[in-house]
């Protein structure tokens, strides 16, 4: 009974370092997406995805970059990491009807010094 | 461009006390309306989705009511429990995977 699961859930970057995050979803979900929640703000849509091999740009897309290249499993990228990255990143998913609810990961904490 | 606020932002409550949340909105065109949990250290999870046609949802000790006209959502908590202790968000969806969040009311029920 797995759901989303990120990985990893920690990490800690010096800027201008690359790195990966990891969903994966076992719901045989078509949407996915990606959110960065701040403090005292609410989640923001940084990309999302309506099936495999798509990927569309959010509200706050610059400095990320997303792949689906499988259905299960959606990449959020940072090609250069800045300190203004540093957050706490989740994962959702949810069927293709929009009033359907998004299931959400546990969340991976990003820190860049 | 949608806003949503959740006064206030944090709140504390004795053990048995029915409590109202609050959810406000700036744009009334909107698809639907979901209320999720938040506990430290994790990810969301949805309470309740109100379709813009409803008035409410109900689960449980839960009633989310929505107000498209004033833009307004409330989400009572009957009889809280410690267990109820969590921060509650709501989000706006608009269509088009526009779904904006507030920043949640942290709960904390007193024993």
């Known amino acids: 009974n797995a759901g989303v699961t990120q990985t990893p859930k920690f990490r800690v970057l010096k800027t201008g370092q690359s790195m990966t995050l990891l969903c994966a979803q076992d719901?045989?979900?078509?949407?996915m997406y990606w959110y960065r929640q701040d403090p005292g703000m609410g989640l923001r849509l940084i990309h999302y995805?309506?099936?495999?091999?798509?990927?569309a740009k959010g509200e706050v897309p610059d400095g990320y970059n997303v792949s689906r290249l499988k259905k299960q499993n959606f990449l959020l990228g940072l090609e250069s990491a800045a300190p203004s990255q540093t957050s706490v990143y989740f994962c959702?998913?949810?069927?293709?009807?929009?009033?359907?609810?998004?299931?959400f990961g546990d969340g991976t904490r990003l820190s860049i010094l | 461009k949608q806003e949503v606020t959740q006064i206030p932002a944090a709140l504390s409550v004795p053990e048995g006390e029915n409590l109202v949340l609050n959810c406000s909105f700036t744009?009334?065109?909107?698809?639907?309306l979901q209320w999720f949990r938040q506990d430290p250290g994790k990810g969301l999870t949805s309470l309740l989705l109100?379709?813009?046609?409803?008035r409410e949802q109900t689960s449980g000790r839960l009633n989310a009511s929505l107000d498209k006209s004033s833009g307004r959502s409330t989400l009572y908590i009957a009889a809280s429990q410690p267990g109820d202790s969590a921060t509650y968000l709501c989000?706006?969806?608009?269509?088009?995977?526009?779904?904006?969040f507030g920043a949640g009311t942290r709960l904390f029920v007193k024993a």
């Open positions: 995805s309506v099936g495999e091999g798509t990927t």
């Open positions: 719901m045989n979900h078509e949407y």
């Open positions: 989000a706006v969806g608009g269509g088009g995977f526009k779904t904006i």
């Open positions: 109100i379709q813009s046609s409803q």
């Open positions: 744009d009334s065109a909107i698809y639907n």
């Open positions: 959702a998913s949810s069927y293709k009807d929009s009033n359907q609810p998004q299931h």
